[in-house]
């Protein structure tokens, strides 16, 4: 199913030539082809983006580029974008959700954006999951799509 919804596809295509043009100033970007990759029950369509930098780099410098990514902001970056994204979210505590992370030596690395995650504080367990709005999203597939993101992670810690 996830292979064949060009509404999927449209919106993953939306994050992957956000990251080509944050990318591309700092060097050669190549972007495998697209695919379907299971996780437990979810899956996900996964494009590697591989960026071979003309002049070297450090990892922080890579991660400020590359945030926030349209999967947790706005696309194509603009200030409206960021106004609108400060009215729906006015720096609410969010603590760890959405935060890129990677891990790099010498000249090499590796960058993820946390997009879900379990979060444990204050004697309660949280877990965070979105899903991307575009034009041809639909109010009640969004809201499942959420729904099942939740779900495979309570599964999986058998919450």
């Known amino acids: ?7 999927d596809r449209d919106e ?24 379907v990759r299971s996780y437990g029950d979810l ?5 590697e983006l ?3 930098p003309a002049a070297p780099l450090d990892l922080e410098q890579v991660v400020r580029r590359l945030h926030p ?15 609108w994204l400060d009215t729906i979210d006015p720096r609410q505590e969010r603590r ?5 992370f990677g891990i790099g030596r010498r000249n090499k690395g ?6 879900r ?6 004697g309660f367990l949280e877990i965070w999951a979105g899903c991307g709005v575009v034009r041809a999203s639909r109010y009640e597939d969004e809201w499942a799509e959420a729904l099942d993101k939740v779900n495979a992670v309570r599964s999986l810690w058998r919450v």
């Open 12 to 35: 993953h295509g939306l994050v992957v030539d956000d990251l080509v043009e944050q990318l591309a100033p700092l060097g050669r970007v190549d972007v495998s082809a697209t695919r």
């Open 69 to 83: 990514t349209p999967a947790l902001g706005f696309y194509p970056r603009c200030k409206a974008g960021t106004d």
């Open 50 to 52: 591989t960026l071979r």
């Open 117 to 122: 995650n379990v979060q444990y504080h204050d």
């Open 43 to 47: 899956q996900h369509l996964v494009a």
């Open 110 to 115: 590796r960058v993820v954006v946390a997009i």
């Open 1 to 7: 199913m996830l292979a064949g919804s060009s509404k």
């Open 96 to 100: 760890r959700f959405g935060a890129p």
